[in-house]
């Protein structure tokens, strides 16, 4: 596509559901990145995907939340159990291979009532 | 892991006002990214630049990646130049990995 397509761009929920947050990256782009950004606050990396694989996912806070990529496409973040302190915009980037210009989506706006 | 740092935090402007932002890392890197976060909170990308000098428009963006920092000037800023500025870099030198944000230059243009 011509950019990064996220969705939905809101999403609310209650306290204790599971969500799913889509991202479509750039047609061609490799490299994925998820990020989360907090009210006020910077960007708090979260996983990178090359492909399929996910060689680094260390800033995933918790063992609620999960994330996959297949086709080397589409990439599906799963957070299980919501709490509050989950709420906050979720940020997909795309580039064309780690490390090069990235692309950011619009973001999905997560509240956790 | 290299960390990012960017000053200053805070910048008021009048319109028409230039400035001058910064962005230190702690490692070389072979990229650097600056991003525009507008009210709406889309980060817009600005300039890819690992080192030299660009220009697009009222902006400009320098990195001096010996002395590891790029400085993002704005000139004649205007109201919808408001935001958050932000500077990214990859996390190693290799290709790959995730980019490291610094925390941020929230500016405020008055008209």
């Known amino acids: 596509g011509a950019g990064v397509s996220q969705s939905p761009s809101n999403k609310v929920t209650e306290k204790g559901k599971d969500v799913e947050l889509r991202c479509d990256p750039i047609?061609?782009?490799?490299?994925l990145y998820w990020y989360r950004q907090s009210l006020g606050q910077g960007l708090e990396f979260l996983i990178y995907?090359?492909?399929?694989?996910?060689?680094?996912k260390s800033g995933l806070p918790s063992d609620r939340f999960s994330a996959e990529r297949t086709g080397g496409s589409v990439s599906t973040l799963t957070i299980q159990r919501t709490q509050q302190e989950d709420s906050a915009v979720y940020l997909c980037?795309?580039?064309?291979?780690?490390?090069?210009?990235?692309?950011f989506g619009q973001g999905t706006r997560l509240t956790v009532v | 892991g290299i960390q990012v740092e960017q000053s200053p935090p805070d910048l008021i402007l009048q319109e028409g006002a230039n400035s001058t932002l910064r962005c230190n890392f702690s490692?070389?890197?072979?990229?650097l990214q600056w991003f525009h976060q507008n009210p709406w909170g889309q980060l817009i990308n600005l300039f890819y630049?690992?080192?030299g000098t660009k220009q697009n428009g009222r902006l400009s963006a320098t990195t001096v990646a010996t002395e590891r920092y790029s400085l993002l000037y704005i000139s004649s800023s205007q109201t919808t130049d408001s935001g958050v500025y932000f500077c990214?870099?990859?996390?190693?030198?290799?290709?790959?990995?995730?980019?490291?944000f610094g925390q941020g230059t929230e500016l405020s243009v008055k008209p």
């Open positions: 980037a795309s580039s064309l291979v780690g490390a090069t210009e990235a692309f």
């Open positions: 995907f090359q492909g399929n694989s996910a060689p680094d």
């Open positions: 047609s061609g782009h490799t490299a």
């Open positions: 990214a870099v990859p996390n190693s030198s290799n290709q790959g990995g995730k980019l490291i």
């Open positions: 490692d070389s890197v072979n990229n």
């Open positions: 630049i690992p080192s």
